[in-house]
Structure formats: C-alpha cells, structure tokens
C-alpha cells in the first residue's frame, strides 16, 4: 500500500495519537472540523518530547489528564513555537480540555502581537476544539510562529494539543 494511502488509513483508524509520528505537513485530518485542510503543525501539549521539540515556555506551568490525553495549563501564560506557510492566513487549532461550566479567558498572541481575546466554557470535562484565526499581516513572511495563551484574570485552559492549519490546500 502505498505511503500516502497507510497514513490516512491510519488515522481515520487511530485517530489524532498517530498524527504526532506522522510527517509535518499532513494534506488531511480526520478530526471533525478540520477535514481538507492542511496541517502543517502539530505541539502535543502533554508530550515532554514534542513540548521541547516546539520551545514550550510558561509561567506556573501544571500538567493533568483529561480522557486519557495530558494536557499543560498555566497561572499566566503558555507559549510553543509551531510552523507554519509563509503565503497564507493561518488557523491555530487548539484542543482543551472541557471546562465543566468555568469560563477560561485568555488573548491569543503571536511572536508577540495580539490577534484576540477569547473565552473557552464548556459543558463537560471532554476536550473542546476550538478554531482561532490568525490575521494573515501577523503570519505573512513567516514560517514560524510564537503561540501564546495568556490568561485574563485567571489561568490558561487546559492545553491538549495546538496545530497550524493551512486553510487551502494547493
């Protein structure tokens, strides 16, 4: 079978756990929602390995588990380093785990810049995908990024996994 072929037929079979071992720049994802577009990167949150393979930083950095995945929160802020395409805008896909009714706020920064503010609530304690679109004069000319999570009076979400995606494919 051949290469291209295996690697979507195992992540439609074992889902988002293969994606870190799979290259950098995958053209599909079998994750609801982000089906067709690219993916360019990937940061595993509670993966020491890929934590350092991205620059993780923080302040007041704590680990847990959430359905079975790790994550990292932190008192005051987050950052990881992810890559990304330096002609297009770019969406920061970013997995959480749920909140359980409390309400996280956080700005989303990149190299430095603000590019929003956000609040992440959920129902439950199940891992939320949340969609966060970066303007396209903070990502162009760039092939990677500085992602920061900062909390707004309060700490970060719960950080699962956080992925550069390319929103058309070429």
């Known amino acids: 079978m051949p290469g291209h072929l295996l690697r979507h037929t195992c992540v439609a079979l074992l889902g988002a756990a293969l994606l870190a071992a799979a290259p950098a720049v995958r053209t599909a994802d079998a994750r609801p929602g982000l089906q067709g577009r690219r993916v360019v990167d990937v ?8 934590a350092r393979d991205h620059d993780a930083e923080g302040e007041g950095v704590t680990q847990g588990t959430v359905a079975g995945r790790a994550f990292r929160q932190a008192t ?3 950052r990881y380093t992810l890559r990304t395409f330096d002609d ?6 970013c997995l959480c785990g749920g909140t359980q009714g409390r ?12 590019a929003g503010t956000h609040t992440l609530t959920s129902p439950s304690a199940d891992p939320v995908l949340k969609e966060y679109r970066v303007p396209e004069k903070l ?32």
């Open 103 to 114: 309400p996280f706020t956080f700005e989303l920064l990149i190299d430095g810049q603000a």
């Open 43 to 50: 940061v595993q949150a509670g993966d020491e390995q890929s």
């Open 139 to 170: 990502t162009l000319g760039k092939t990677k990024l500085s992602v920061t999570l900062r909390g707004v009076n309060g700490p970060t979400p719960g950080v699962i996994e956080l992925r550069t995606v390319q929103e058309h494919l070429e």
């Open 76 to 78: 005051t802020w987050l």
């Open 88 to 93: 297009t805008e770019v969406t920061i896909a």
